[in-house]
């Protein structure tokens, strides 16, 4: 479940933000000098008005999550506009206290300059420099615009990702056999009226590419069943002739609700397995399927959650692995790619590929032909796209929806379509 932090941690990290406030502020002050006192007064009662009414949305929202333990979209919401003002700041930060550093030590060789060496005297002091705000507020200006377009267009700006993976004892009647994967559906975050059109577009792009069988690895919830209603009919458009396989993500055992009683979770758990069955999709909860063509069979392997620092360690890959040959060729699906780092690459049972979600890359990072970065990556070493450990792939999808912080930047949506060759 997730920890609500106490209200002393939360004093103490308002403290922080007001601290960063009031030093943006001083750059702002510095910004405006030449300015009318009319215009200077504006502009800084506008910049506390905006931070004050921040603080005050924080307060409220915080009083909601902790009685509630959800992030209700107003939450999201607000956790949005405070990343959209506060990581321009902290950029403009930084070159303000560059600026502070470099008049500091200025400050101290010019002191005992004029303690030790005769003639005239250099003025101590050195008033910040405009033009260092100017350049600050400019570059603070890009994070800004890219979180921007991370709320309006980003959040929405699916891309059809294409892998072409080869493998030796591929039997011969897969050799072509085409995969779509879609994870980390949180359909919880979508809003039912302003982002249906674009749902029901992603989905047509996902069936456009006609492959042979879907996936689905994970989290179609926020956190509770019920969230899926209204958003059956489109979900329920995912095909594909060998059938619809999905598995369940850490968000799906709705840990992070509170519930009045164990009878009620599991009530709600058997309406989240029931949606999955209405959707036209096969559940694994550690066990496994075969699909059969031309007389030959590939394994598709399902386990529930297993993921590594306090989360759902549900997942069972020996019991998904009962009854299959040792020599079969095999899929896995499983939400956590860390189960894959910590589990699968050494297990004793070659998986040929095993196919994650859970990361979102953090929603933010970059990825252009020559840097692949997100904060992320400090926490999963395998956290987008794929990889290839000990002779077994990892692939690990970006996700179709959002968590939190209603946005992507940098790090878009995904729908992955695989090519398995023999070769």
Known sequence: MHRIPGFTAIIFFLAFLLLIDFYVFSGVR?????????????????????????????????????????????????IVTWVLFFIPKLVFVFFLLGEDVYRLLRSIVVYFRNLFLPGDKIAIY??????????????????????????????????????KLFFPDLPEAFDGFTITQISDIHVGSFDPVSDRAEIVRAVQMANDERSDLFVFTGDLVNNVAFEMN??????????????????????????????????AKEANMQELYSKHAQLGFKLLRNENVYIEKDGQKLFILGVENWGAGGFTKKGDLDKALENVPADAFKILLSHDPSHFDKIVWKHPT????????????????????WLKWSPIQYKYPHWAGLYSTNGKYLYVNRGFGFLAMPARVGIWPEITVFTLRKG
């Not at 507020?137 to 994070?143: C, K, Q, R, T, Y």
Request: proline share 4%; hydrophobic share 45%.
């Open 350 to 369: 070659h998986v040929h590929l095993t196919l994650s979600g859970h990361t979102h890359g953090a929603q933010f990072g970059v990825e252009i032909p």
């Open 230 to 263: 209204g958003w059956m009919n489109e979900f329920s458009k995912l095909r594909a002739p060998y059938g619809q396989i999905s598995i369940l993500g850490n968000h799906d055992y709705a840990d992070y609700v509170h519930w009045d009683s164990d009878v």
């Open 126 to 163: 050195e008033s910040r420099r405009k033009f260092v705000s100017t350049i600050g507020l400019a570059v603070a200006a890009i994070p800004f615009l890219g979180i921007l377009h991370g709320m309006t267009i980003g959040k929405f700006n699916y891309r059809l990702r294409r892998e």
């Open 30 to 78: 510095t910004l405006t000098t030449g300015y009318t006192a009319r215009t200077r007064k504006i502009i800084h009662w506008s910049y506390w008005i905006v931070s004050g009414s921040l603080y005050l949305w924080f307060f409220l929202l915080y009083f909601l999550v902790t009685f509630d333990k959800l992030i209700p979209r107003p939450a999201m919401a607000f």
